[in-house]
Structure formats: structure tokens, C-alpha cells
Nanobody, 116 residues
Framework: QVRVVESGGGLVQPGGSLRLSCAAS????????MGWYRQAPEKQRELVAS???????NYADSVKGRFAISRDNNKNTVYLQMNSLKPEDTAVYYC??????????WGQGTQVTVSS
């Protein structure tokens, strides 16, 4: 079993920044893709950003130029640097780690609230 734990959420004013972290641990074979998703109240979960083991990235149009995803393969950790935050970025942010043998695992989520 692969365990995924997020951290770094909180309350921030519009225009502010936050950095989320996500660490995968446990019975890991090899983590390939890692990604951040978010779910706002009464909305479906959506992809925010993803990154392959080789470092290729993909972003939702709504966060391009403001968010940056990165990872440390040695630590099975992925980060999401969020800048110029907007109220519409408010959501629970979830991390997903795809192990090539174990499949996908989700974290419990971390709340991000952007409000003045």
C-alpha cells in the first residue's frame, strides 16, 4: 500500500502565495506520474497540474503562469508553488501518486482558502 500525505494549505489573501507539499511512502515500487487536483464546493474534482518522473509538466489553463509543479524523485515528493492566488483557487487540494505496480493513491486533501 502507498500512503500519500499533503501539507501546506491554509488561508491566504488574494495575490498571495502558498506552497503545497505531498510525500508518498510505504510499499512503493516506482512512482511515475504525480499530480495535484482540486475540488471546490459543489464542483467536480479537476486536474491542476501533473508531472512525470522525467519532469514533463502539464497545467490547467486557469493556473498557467501562476502555479509551478516540481518533484524530488529521491524523496517521492511533489510540490505545488501557487502564486498570485485568486478567490476562485479556493478548494481542497488533493495529491495523486501513480505507482507503476501499485496503481494510483490519493491523499486526504489540504484546504486552500483565498480570501480577504
Amino acid at each position: 500500500q502507498v500512503r500519500v500525505v499533503e501539507s501546506g494549505g491554509g488561508l491566504v489573501q488574494p495575490g498571495g502565495s502558498l506552497r503545497l507539499s505531498c510525500a508518498a511512502s510505504g510499499n512503493i515500487y516506482s512512482i511515475n506520474n504525480m499530480g495535484w487536483y482540486r475540488q471546490a464546493p459543489e464542483k467536480q474534482r479537476e486536474l491542476v497540474a501533473s508531472i512525470t518522473r522525467g519532469g514533463s509538466t502539464n497545467y490547467a489553463d486557469s493556473v498557467k503562469g501562476r502555479f509551478a509543479i516540481s518533484r524530488d524523485n529521491n524523496k517521492n515528493t511533489v510540490y505545488l508553488q501557487m502564486n498570485s492566488l485568486k478567490p476562485e483557487d479556493t478548494a481542497v487540494y488533493y495529491c495523486n501518486a501513480q505507482d507503476v505496480i501499485r496503481g494510483g493513491s490519493w491523499g486526504q486533501g489540504t484546504q486552500v482558502t483565498v480570501s480577504s
